[in-house]
Structures are given as structure tokens and as C-alpha cells.
């Protein structure tokens, strides 16, 4: 059965902190690999992965891909009160024209 | 959330009634998803569609319906609501079934059963 699994589920910060989010999963034919930000209402992209060891940035935040230890990281430096949301993770996998997300990681920030 | 709708944001009803969500969109894209999210499960497909009249199971499918008649219309049904489909519905869509910048998610339905 395919699986995605983040952790941790919970994590709070104080303001300025750096956070490590993790992303493992067990997929037939992995094709890509998709991190999303949730504040209240519906989740926004925020990356897309296909190829290990390329790093994705965006100004604080940051992605990579390891497909041989099937896990991806995002990275948060200087966290702000604004980075508070539920960072989520999603896999695509050939054949499938659907993503397949885990639990999800709530992260507070705190002033 | 440009392009994408979903109607009504909030519902309160009672068990054993049917209940339908909508989402409509103006991007004609030809997948539309229904997925559920409750707190420590993430996001859960529920159904989803390939094509008009085009629909497939997802993983949490039993006691969800769905139909599409139109391109930009995809309705989920509730046949007799429980206690247990208490949860926030999200409807996404995607040109190429989420190989390319995934989905675009609507608003969500927060939906309440008593």
C-alpha cells in the first residue's frame, strides 16, 4: 500500500528558529514528490521534487529530495509568525493521476 | 482560489440525511478531486474524476457518491450522513492529474453532522 509519512506531526517554535520537516514514503514507480503550506483555508504549493539532491528555494524555505532514502526535507530558516500553518507532503507515482498525502506537520511559531 | 468553488462553506445537518457538496470551476481542467481531512489523517482521497462521467474510487470511498455531468461541475453526495463523515472537504483540480504543480484546491466545506 502506498504510504507517506511526515514527521513530526507537532512542532513549536520561538520566532527566528530554523525547522526541519520531514517527508518519508513508500511508493510503486515514484514520480514527484509535492510540499504544500495550509493556513486556514485551502493548502498552496509550494514545491515540486523529481530529482535527488536538487535543492528547491524560495526565499527562507528550501527542498530536497533524496530518492534513494525515499525522503524529502523543507527547510525553514528565521521562522516568522507568518510561517504558522500545517506543512503538508504529497507523492505522485507513475500510472496515477492523483497525489497521495501524509498526516501533515502543524508547526507554531511563537513571538 | 481562482478558478475553483465549492459550495456551501459550511453545513450542518442531521444523521441519516443526504447531503451534497459542489465544486465548480472555470479552468477547464479535466481532473476534479474530493478529498476529506480530519486532524492526524492528512488529506484522504475520497473520489475522483478523469473526464465527464469518468469517476474513480479513492481510498475512503464508502458512503460518498459522486457525479459529473459537465467539465466544470464535480458534486459529492453523502446518501445518509453519519457522524463519522464529520469533517472539511477540500475539491482540487489539475490539468495533468498532479504531475505538473499538483493541484489547485478550492476553500473547502466544513461539514458538521449531528
Known amino acids: 500500500e502506498d504510504k507517506v509519512v511526515q514527521s513530526p506531526l507537532s512542532l513549536v517554535v520561538h520566532e527566528g528558529d530554523t525547522v526541519t520537516l520531514n517527508c518519508s514514503y513508500e511508493?510503486?514507480?515514484?514520480?514527484?514528490l509535492l510540499w504544500y503550506k495550509q493556513e486556514k483555508k485551502a493548502p498552496t504549493f509550494l514545491f515540486m521534487l523529481?530529482?535527488?539532491?536538487i535543492e528547491k528555494k524560495s526565499g527562507r524555505l528550501s527542498s530536497i529530495l533524496d530518492k534513494k532514502e525515499l525522503f524529502s526535507i523543507l527547510n525553514i530558516t528565521a521562522t516568522q509568525t507568518g510561517d504558522s500553518a500545517i506543512y503538508l507532503c504529497?507523492?505522485?507515482?507513475?500510472?496515477?493521476?492523483?497525489?497521495?498525502f501524509g498526516q501533515g506537520t502543524r508547526l507554531t511559531i511563537n513571538p | 482560489d481562482a478558478g475553483i468553488t465549492q459550495s456551501p462553506r459550511h453545513k450542518v445537518t442531521e444523521t441519516g440525511t443526504p447531503v451534497t457538496l459542489r465544486c465548480h470551476q472555470t479552468?477547464?481542467?479535466?481532473?476534479m478531486y474530493w478529498y476529506r481531512q480530519d486532524p492526524g489523517h492528512g488529506l484522504r482521497l475520497i473520489h475522483y474524476?478523469?473526464?465527464?462521467?469518468?469517476?474513480d474510487k479513492g481510498e475512503v470511498s464508502d458512503g460518498y457518491s459522486v457525479s459529473r455531468s459537465k467539465t466544470e461541475d464535480f458534486l459529492l453526495t453523502l446518501e445518509s450522513a453519519t457522524s463519522s463523515q464529520t469533517s472539511v472537504y477540500f475539491c482540487?483540480?489539475?490539468?495533468?492529474?498532479?504531475?505538473?504543480?499538483?493541484?489547485?484546491f478550492g476553500s473547502g466545506t466544513r461539514l458538521t453532522v449531528v
Open positions: 479552468e477547464n481542467h479535466r481532473y
Open positions: 523529481t530529482s535527488s539532491g
Open positions: 482540487a483540480i489539475s490539468e495533468l492529474g498532479g504531475t505538473s504543480y499538483g493541484y489547485t
Open positions: 504529497a507523492v505522485n507515482y507513475q500510472g496515477a493521476q492523483k497525489l497521495v
Open positions: 474524476s478523469y473526464g465527464v462521467k469518468d469517476t
Open positions: 511508493v510503486t514507480n515514484f514520480r514527484s
